[in-house]
């Protein structure tokens, strides 16, 4: 375990923790871990450059970008901040300049393609940048597919095996393939997890693979009992009210100290969630720094 003392700073959110921050939905954390400096996640992009101002943080000495998945909420603001760091790390699956796409209304898949309804075309939701601007701007890419760990004490999971009946149903998520649609299956999905004091803390993109499947490898594949906090989009707001007791006996299973979930979490999961942890939940809004 690391005995480095963290600073995790949730730089933009939907929601703010404080006044004079922009709310955007999406998501970005600054973590300063000793003299190193780690950015996960960039946002949509207008929320990125204010709240960092705001919040008197910059990137300089920045030691890598990590990206959870190519979506635009989450990738965003990489050119700015990009423009900011010069030559960089970027870490993140080698997925994700795929076609993200979106539909208006979930879609229920009765096999892995269909043809798209004619009233309806889906909207691009991947990246907005494409990978030959951003080198141009000094960013280095590093594509991994596996876990793999990208610094001591930090670990890049993605590419992990998942059961599909732990997946989040978010039959809007579609990716072309020919003339048809199948479903996203987000395989650029990416969780970080850095060694802690006590023990690891897990920060979720968006945790498209499934709270579940995560958690599950983390504890089975990575032999992680403890942790002490679980932090970032879960996801929850796709998946069923039924859910919530297995995922908070999951979570209550690694004896952790914190929940702070955020962005794609979902109210109604939220709320289940606060009232169970009670001290031990927060809202991981922008502005909200957490000490470890």
Known sequence: MSTMKMTITILAENTVSKSGLIGEHGFSVLIERGDEKYLFDTSPGASLPHNIKRLDKNLNGLNKIIISHGHYDHTGGLKWAIEQTGEIEVVAHPDMFCEHMALKNKFEFQNSNFKMPVDEVPRYVGCPHTRKE??????????????????????????????????????????PEGEYFAPDLIKDDATLLIEGEKSPILILGCAHSGILNILNYVREEMKISELTAVMGGTHLMYSETKDIPRIIDTLEGFSIDLIGVSHC?????????????????????????FNF
Do not use: Q, Y
């Open 265 to 289: 979490t979902g109210m109604k999961a939220a709320v289940e969630l606060a009232k169970h942890f009670g001290d031990r939940f927060e809202m991981a809004s922008a502005g909200t720094v």
């Open 134 to 175: 951003l080198e141009g701007l000094g960013a280095c890419f590093n594509f991994i597919d596996h876990t793999h760990e990208i610094a001591p004490g930090l670990w890049f999971i993605t590419d992990t095996e998942r059961d599909p009946e732990l997946v989040p149903n978010d039959f809007r998520l579609v990716i």
